[in-house]
T-cell receptor, first 115, second 111 residues
Framework: AQSVAQPEDQVNVAEGNPLTVKCTYS??????LFWYVQYPNRGLQFLLK??????LVKGSYGFEAEFNKSQTSFHLKKPSALVSDSALYFC?????????????FGQGTTLQVKP | EAQVTQNPRYLITVTGKKLTVTCSQN?????MSWYRQDPGLGLRQIYY???????DKGDVPEGYKVSRKEKRNFPLILESPSPNQTSLYFC??????????FGPGTRLTVT
């Protein structure tokens, strides 16, 4: 079965430290990979995506993500966390090659950045 | 301003009473989707649409219907709501590159 896993329900990090939010996937083909963020009481916002090319992709608010095909992972990273980065983060995968409209989300990881 | 709108934002209803949640986008996107968000389960896709009159099931379509008669609108219909459909619902519109723009959400409670 096609799936996306975010193995950590919550990640805690001190402000100024680097952060990583993990995502692994199990889909066939060459999927599109995405990260979205949900701030409290707000909708979801697109952060970044990987389609092809350089394995390190950069996105909004200083976030980046590293695609690893052999490990089927797409971890979200930021060199220096801010308190304002505290939010719920979702990894998502479009399971077929190309943009088909179908999207599978992970269960989400709450990021808590402490001052 | 590019946006996806949903109405209503909050809805409390009773079991079996048909309801419709509207969704509209002003970006001329071909793809649109509906999701439900439940704690610990993330977002699960209910239905998606690739264009007018073209829809397909997502992962949790049971108990829901959709229609796409116009490009900008993609309503979600619950013909006989049940308590297990109590959830937070999001509509989304997708760019050619695959990024999704989400609406503000509709919090539905079925008693």
């Amino acid at each position: 079965a096609q799936s996306v896993a975010q193995p950590e329900d919550q990640v805690n990090v001190a402000e100024g430290n680097p952060l990583t939010v993990k995502c692994t996937y199990s889909v066939s083909g060459n999927p599109y990979l995405f990260w979205y963020v949900q701030y409290p009481n707000r909708g979801l916002q697109f952060l970044l995506k990987y389609i092809t090319g350089d394995n390190l992709v950069k996105g909004s608010y200083g976030f980046e993500a590293e695609f690893n095909k052999s490990q089927t992972s797409f971890h979200l990273k930021k060199p220096s966390a801010l308190v304002s980065d505290s939010a719920l983060y979702f990894c998502a995968v479009s399971p077929l090659s190309g943009n088909t409209g179908k999207l599978i989300f992970g269960q989400g990881t709450t990021l808590q950045v402490k001052p | 301003e590019a946006q996806v709108t949903q109405n209503p934002r909050y809805l409390i209803t009773v079991t079996g009473k048909k309801l419709t949640v509207t969704c509209s986008q002003n970006m001329n996107h071909e793809y649109m989707s509906w999701y439900r968000q439940d704690p610990g389960l993330g977002l699960r896709q209910i239905y998606y649409s690739m264009n007018v009159e073209v829809t397909d099931k997502g992962d949790v379509p049971e108990g829901y219907k959709v229609s796409r008669k116009e490009k900008r609108n993609f309503p979600l219909i619950l013909e006989s709501p049940s308590p297990n459909q109590t959830s937070l619902y999001f509509c989304a519109s997708t760019t050619i590159g695959g990024e999704q723009y989400f609406g503000p959400g509709t919090r539905l409670t079925v008693t």
